[in-house]
Every structure is written in structure tokens, then in C-alpha cells.
């Protein structure tokens, strides 16, 4: 296992997508190094390492090429670390289930935020609550047919699809408070809701969830850089 001067993340920690990496980070137990990146003004460092995307996460790993994207991170890191806490199901099938939800969760789901973020006007914005509550519906019965019972997507322990969800719960809570409006709650997704409070107090997750304070701050950012649509 490398040492943290082989392992450095490139990100910034109001990113969910960064946030899944120091969480999968921390279930196995690998040291790293974290540097910080000002999305607003990108260090050269990483326009060179990602020069497709140009964002974060990016993976740089002793002296192999530069990973970038979320999950192809975490993925790789489940395949070089095999025996600590692997987060994949080896059943082939299952396997295949886990990654169409999570890329349910980051193509569908959570993209309705910002899109709530930038919608003008009342009604438009309940429109898009309403499909971000429609969404966790989806979300709870997934969660019942994953965890068969037991308290997390993977059954007994963290797997797959809480670390792909898991990273969103920060910007859930935030969303919700600053939106009066609850897309888990007791009534229409009581599993879910059971699973949010879990995660939330993990230990390989609760020193990696963002603040209110952080996340306000890149959300300003956002309001700065992509504004709202106009009305």
C-alpha cells in the first residue's frame, strides 16, 4: 500500500465527487494526499492532468498516468485493493446492477439539483422538486431490493452504491433547508431516510462531508460563475 507522499487527490471539499474518493479512501484505509483546488481559478497542475474535463477528482498514484472521474477512481482503487474492504460485489450480475443505479444517481438524480439551482421562478422550481422527489422514490426502492433487509445498500457493510450515494448527503440536507422542501423523509422513503442517518454519522464519512459554511461558499460560487437562468 502506497504512503501518502504516493497518493495525491486533487479536489476541493465541497465536491461529492471528491468527497467519494476520500470516502472509499478511508474505508480502506489509504493514506493520501490532499490538494485543494480553487475551481475558479485552476492550477496548471490540474489543467495537465485532466486536460479533458478540467475538474476534479484527480487521482495521481506514485508514477502512473493521471485517473480522473469519480467512479473509474473508485473503481480502481476496489481492483488494486482487493482484500480491505471491497466495495463491489464479485457476482457479475450484481455488479452490473450497482453501476446502472449509480449512474442513475450522477446522470439523473443528482444533476436535478443544480438544475433546481438555476431554474427561475416558483413554479418552475416545484416542478423540479417534484422530480427530485419522484427520484428518491426510486432511490428507496432500490435501497429495499439492494440491502434485502440489512442496514446498507451492500447488506451488512458499505458497498458500491452507499459510497456513490453516500457522498451526496451533505448536499441533500443543504438543498433541502435552503429549498423548504424534504426529499427523504419518514413517510415516502423510510428506509432511506433510516440509511441517510447512518451514513451520516459513519466514521469513514462524517470527517468527509462538507460543512454548511463550505458548501454555502461553493454555492455562492456557482450563483457567481453559472448564475440562475433569467425568468
Not at 471539499?13 to 472509499?24: C, E, K, L, T, Y
Not at 475551481?39 to 485517473?67: D, G, H, Q
Request: hydrophobic fraction near 40%.
Amino acid at each position: 500500500m502506497g504512503n501518502s507522499s504516493d497518493i495525491k487527490l486533487l479536489g476541493t471539499a465541497a465536491s461529492p465527487f471528491v468527497n467519494r474518493v476520500q470516502f472509499v479512501f478511508n474505508l480502506k484505509s489509504i493514506e493520501y494526499e490532499f490538494v485543494n483546488e480553487n475551481l475558479a481559478c485552476k492550477s496548471e497542475l490540474l489543467l495537465t492532468s485532466n486536460p479533458v474535463y478540467k475538474k476534479v477528482p484527480v487521482l495521481l498514484y506514485a508514477n502512473n498516468p493521471p485517473l480522473a472521474e469519480s467512479l473509474i477512481i473508485i473503481e480502481y482503487l476496489d481492483e488494486i485493493y482487493p482484500d480491505i474492504h471491497p466495495i463491489l460485489p464479485s457476482d457479475p450480475l450484481d455488479k452490473a446492477n450497482n453501476r446502472f443505479w449509480a449512474n442513475y444517481i450522477d446522470t439523473k438524480f443528482f444533476p436535478l439539483f443544480e438544475e433546481l439551482r438555476r431554474t427561475p421562478g416558483k413554479e418552475g422550481k416545484e416542478a423540479i422538486k417534484k422530480q427530485i422527489i419522484e427520484g428518491s422514490e426510486l432511490l428507496e426502492e432500490a435501497f429495499v431490493k439492494f440491502s434485502k433487509g440489512k442496514a446498507y445498500f451492500g447488506g451488512d457493510d458499505l458497498g458500491y452504491l452507499d459510497v456513490v450515494l453516500g457522498c451526496y448527503v451533505g448536499w441533500i440536507k443543504f438543498v433541502e433547508k435552503n429549498n423548504d422542501f424534504k426529499m427523504i423523509d419518514e413517510v415516502r422513503t423510510p428506509k432511506l431516510l433510516e440509511w441517510t442517518n447512518r451514513i451520516w454519522s459513519h466514521e469513514a464519512l462524517k470527517d468527509v462531508i462538507p460543512g454548511s459554511e463550505t458548501l454555502m461558499n461553493f454555492y455562492m460560487m456557482l450563483q457567481t460563475y453559472k448564475p440562475p437562468r433569467a425568468a
